[in-house]
Each structure stands twice: as C-alpha cells, then as structure tokens.
C-alpha cells in the first residue's frame, strides 16, 4: 500500500516538473489528473468495496477501479479531440484570412503596375 502511494507522488512530481517546464497546460490538464490521483489514493479505500463496486454492478472492487480508470481515459481523449478540433477550426480561418490578404495585396499590385508581382 505504501508502495502504491509512492508511485502516485512519483507521479504527481513527474507532472508537476512538466507543467514547471511549459510542456503541459494546467487549465486542461487538471480536473483530469486530479482524477487519477484520487483514484490512485482511494485505491484501498473501503467506499470502493461497500458502494461503488455494487453500483456498477462488478463483482470485484478491481474492475470498479478499471472501470473508472477507463471512463477517465475515455474522457480525457474526448477532452483532447474537442481541443484538437478547435485549433484545426482556427488553422483553417487563419489559412484563409492569410489567403485573403494575400489575392487583395496582388490585386492592388496589379492595378497599380499592371503586371502581376514576381
């Protein structure tokens, strides 16, 4: 049990030394990895054992906790997909903002030398 309480602080340093250097979001990343530690922590706890395992009608407490565990990850990715579906939304208008910009500057090219830029 120690052990396993260990890893999950071995983890939660590991992340924290990731967002301390700029390669994970805080705003995104949290309510999710809070998760995981909590179902980390209450791994043994008697809750999982006494109500959570009967209702979601599992007969070991295990597949509760892998039953969560999945639920999280599939929550997380669907967290991922949304924010990854934005910025391609964003890619686009800038694409075409930039492509805008760039035929109304060769129109006025254009009509002011007559030839078109080279």
Same mark, same amino acid.
């Given at each position: 049990?120690?052990?396993?309480?260990?890893?999950?602080?071995?983890?939660?340093? #590991?992340?924290?030394?990731?967002?301390?250097?700029?390669?994970?979001?805080?705003?995104?990343?949290?309510?999710?990895? %809070?998760?995981?530690?909590?179902?980390?922590?209450?791994?043994?706890?008697?809750?999982?054992?006494?109500?959570?395992?009967?209702?979601?009608? #599992?007969?070991?407490?295990?597949?509760?906790?892998?039953?969560?565990? #999945?639920?999280?990850?599939?929550?997380?990715?669907?967290?991922?997909? #949304?924010?990854?579906?934005? %910025?391609?939304?964003?890619? %686009?208008?800038?694409?075409?903002?930039?492509?805008?910009?760039?035929?109304?500057?060769?129109?006025?090219?254009?009509?002011?030398?007559?030839?078109?830029?080279?």
């Amino acid at each position: 049990m120690l052990l396993r309480k260990l890893i999950i602080v071995a983890l939660a340093l #590991v992340l924290w030394l990731l967002y301390r250097r700029g390669l994970i979001r805080v705003d995104i990343t949290t309510p999710w990895l %809070i998760g995981f530690v909590l179902l980390g922590f209450f791994y043994d706890h008697p809750l999982i054992d006494n109500w959570l395992t009967p209702t979601l009608g #599992v007969s070991f407490p295990i597949y509760a906790i892998l039953l969560l565990s #999945v639920g999280l990850l599939l929550a997380l990715v669907t967290s991922i997909l #949304v924010m990854a579906s934005r %910025i391609h939304v964003r890619g %686009i208008a800038l694409a075409r903002r930039l492509a805008g910009t760039a035929l109304h500057d060769q129109a006025r090219h254009l009509a002011a030398h007559g030839s078109p830029p080279c």
